[in-house]
Nanobody, 126 residues
């Protein structure tokens, strides 16, 4: 059926940058709405950013707006999250997710996404 695999996490200094990638395989990716979510220890999973199936519409959580950029390259079945000006509050496990099917709208709620990766951890040092 397909899977999603995140990469690019690691240790980043506060104020620095990191680029996360999410690779899709199988039938999951092309023309699917995609999103990034994150979960810090002891906290609920929260929305970070989403991109619609065409790549022309994006949305961001207020906490990352202006610092993070979501993009996708369907030819490579890959989605990206460029993280700039990272701060301590950005430390979390980041998950990529795909919506229920092709041409579905990109939502803000985790419940709207059906397929999930295993996550990649981002650690921020001061």
């Amino acid at each position: 059926q397909g899977q999603l695999v995140e990469s690019g996490g690691g240790l980043v200094q506060a104020g620095g940058s990191l680029r996360l990638s999410c690779s899709g395989s199988g039938r999951i990716f092309s023309r699917y709405p995609m999103g990034w979510f994150r979960q810090a220890p002891g906290k609920e999973r929260e929305f970070v950013a989403s991109i619609d199936w065409s790549g022309t519409s994006t949305a961001y959580a207020d906490s990352v707006k202006g610092r993070f950029t979501i993009s996708r390259d369907d030819a490579k079945n890959t989605m990206f999250l460029q993280m700039n000006s990272v701060n301590a509050e950005d430390a979390a496990t980041y998950y990529c997710a795909a919506g229920a099917g092709r041409f579905y709208p990109a939502g803000f709620s985790a419940g709207e996404y059906v397929y999930w990766g295993q996550g990649t951890q981002v650690t921020v040092s001061s």
